[in-house]
């Protein structure tokens, strides 16, 4: 019996390592990434090529719902990326000054929702299209979302928790009851204890973007694809890095950690050693 609990827990313990490996992986990688594109970033842009632009955004066409929230008033929504969550303490901080400052949360849903958009980075205007983004996390379609939810897991928060996408500066969270337009079938009790949070992408603001580029009817427009991931950052690209290389560091270490733990743990179980 001690035998098979010390092998099982080994076995959870070394996938938690390899987890987390593989987010130190991404956030290395990415951050490999960015520092290459910029570099080498040239002043026509080819199809097929990976590009980091940094610019002003220019939003033609709002993704849904973003006539249900402002966060900025006046500014129009390019991109978002949200999540549905509810307060284990039924008490959230509405008045944070910082996504996720109450970590009391479980997230029931997370997606990334598009309108038009471009970066105007002074030499061209690049249309931006993030559909691989929202592809690779899963991004669930907040236009039809319900409340059939079941448990919170990491990958309901697959598009909130990306390494890919660092927007801090525009953050709102609002009761679900308060966003017009946002039905998920939920009774309204259940209303007073649900909330949209969400990041955006506004008009008129500094937005670094690296992707691969396609040439559209003679006009570039920046994706992802799995050998060219799209990332996006508010903060600008040396801040991003940062961030990646701590996360890298972070995840690594934790990574080591488990590996170690999962090694003893099955080697109790199988009797080696």
Same mark, same amino acid.
Request: hydrophobic fraction near 40%; aromatic fraction near 8%.
């Given at each position: 019996?001690?035998?098979?609990?010390?092998?099982?827990?080994?076995?959870?313990?070394?996938?938690?390592?390899?987890?987390?490996?593989?987010?130190?992986?991404?956030?290395?990688?990415?951050?490999?990434?960015?520092?290459? +594109?910029?570099?080498?970033?040239?002043?026509? &842009?080819? /199809?097929?090529? $990976? =590009?980091?632009?940094?610019?002003? @955004?220019?939003?033609?066409?709002?993704?849904?719902?973003?006539?249900?929230?402002?966060?900025?008033?006046?500014?129009?929504?390019?991109?978002?990326?949200?999540?549905?969550?509810?307060?284990?303490?039924?008490?959230?901080?509405?008045?944070?000054?910082?996504?996720?400052?109450?970590?009391?949360?479980?997230?029931?849903?997370?997606?990334?929702?598009?309108?038009?958009?471009?970066?105007?980075?002074?030499?061209?205007?690049?249309?931006?299209?993030?559909?691989?983004?929202?592809?690779?996390?899963?991004?669930?379609?907040?236009?039809?979302?319900?409340?059939?939810?079941?448990?919170?897991?990491?990958?309901?928060?697959? +598009?909130?928790?990306?390494?890919?996408?660092? &927007?801090? /500066?525009?953050? $709102? =969270?609002?009761?679900?009851?308060? @966003?017009?337009?946002?039905?998920?079938?939920?009774?309204?009790?259940?209303?007073?204890?649900?909330?949209?949070?969400?990041?955006?992408?506004?008009?008129?603001?500094?937005?670094?973007?690296?992707?691969?580029?396609?040439?559209?009817?003679?006009?570039?427009?920046?994706?992802?694809?799995?050998?060219?991931?799209?990332?996006?950052?508010?903060?600008?690209?040396?801040?991003?890095?940062?961030?990646?290389?701590?996360?890298?560091?972070?995840?690594?270490?934790?990574?080591?950690?488990?590996?170690?733990?999962?090694?003893?743990?099955?080697?109790?179980?199988?009797?080696?050693?």
């Amino acid at each position: 019996m001690v035998e098979a609990v010390s092998t099982i827990f080994g076995v959870v313990i070394l996938a938690s390592s390899l987890w987390f490996g593989s987010r130190a992986i991404t956030a290395g990688m990415l951050s490999h990434s960015m520092s290459v +594109s910029e570099a080498d970033s040239p002043s026509t &842009l080819v /199809d097929g090529e $990976t =590009v980091a632009i940094e610019g002003t @955004v220019k939003v033609r066409s709002e993704p849904p719902l973003s006539n249900a929230f402002r966060i900025d008033e006046g500014a129009s929504i390019g991109a978002y990326v949200w999540r549905l969550k509810e307060s284990e303490s039924y008490n959230y901080n509405l008045d944070a000054e910082e996504p996720g400052a109450d970590m009391n949360l479980i997230t029931y849903a997370s997606g990334i929702e598009s309108g038009t958009f471009t970066v105007d980075d002074g030499q061209r205007e690049v249309r931006i299209d993030t559909g691989w983004l929202a592809q690779t996390h899963g991004s669930a379609d907040i236009t039809t979302v319900s409340s059939d939810w079941t448990v919170s897991t990491w990958l309901s928060k697959r +598009s909130w928790k990306s390494q890919h996408i660092h &927007l801090e /500066d525009h953050w $709102t =969270v609002t009761p679900v009851a308060d @966003v017009d337009g946002l039905d998920t079938g939920a009774d309204d009790e259940s209303l007073d204890e649900t909330y949209f949070e969400a990041r955006a992408i506004l008009d008129g603001e500094e937005l670094a973007v690296c992707g691969e580029v396609t040439v559209e009817q003679g006009r570039p427009v920046l994706h992802g694809s799995d050998e060219t991931p799209l990332v996006l950052s508010d903060h600008g690209f040396d801040d991003f890095r940062s961030s990646l290389r701590r996360q890298a560091l972070k995840y690594g270490l934790a990574s080591g950690g488990f590996a170690v733990i999962a090694a003893l743990a099955l080697g109790s179980g199988l009797g080696i050693g």
